[in-house]
């Protein structure tokens, strides 16, 4: 069975850390770009950041940047979100989702990603 599985998310204060994990079971993470999307409650998903299939294209939305590194591990079949100096609009169920469209260099925020995960919820508040 083809499966992502997120992990890492908890509650933490204004300023603290928390890194995300997406797990690939069934199939080899490193076929596929890989994004992370989130979504507040009453508000739609969004793009968090994306890394292509080779690792050399990789994308934030702006109000992360600097903050944020995605990262992927292809020996653990796992990608990886280090979230920091987070803030309170930070908090929203993050997904990781697997792309296998896009082409090797590329990756984006679009309709494009074949398997989800089922989310884990991060909450920043003091």
């Known amino acids: 069975q083809l499966q992502l599985v997120e992990s890492g998310g908890g509650l933490v204060q204004p300023g603290g850390s928390l890194r995300l994990s997406c797990a690939a079971s069934?199939?080899?993470?490193?076929?596929?770009?890989i994004g992370w999307f989130r979504q507040a409650p009453g508000k739609e998903r969004e793009g968090v950041s994306c890394i292509s299939r080779r690792g050399n294209r990789i994308i934030y939305r702006d109000s992360v940047k600097g903050r944020f590194t995605i990262s992927r591990d292809n020996a653990k079949n796992t990608v990886y979100l280090q979230m920091n100096s987070l803030k309170p609009e930070d908090t929203a169920v993050y997904y990781c989702?697997?792309?296998?469209?896009?082409?090797?260099?590329?990756?984006?925020?679009?309709?494009?990603?074949?398997?989800w995960g089922q989310g884990t919820q991060v909450a920043v508040s003091s």
């Open positions: 989702a697997a792309d296998l469209k896009t082409i090797p260099s590329m990756c984006a925020f679009g309709n494009t990603y074949d398997y």
């Open positions: 069934g199939f080899t993470l490193d076929l596929y770009a």
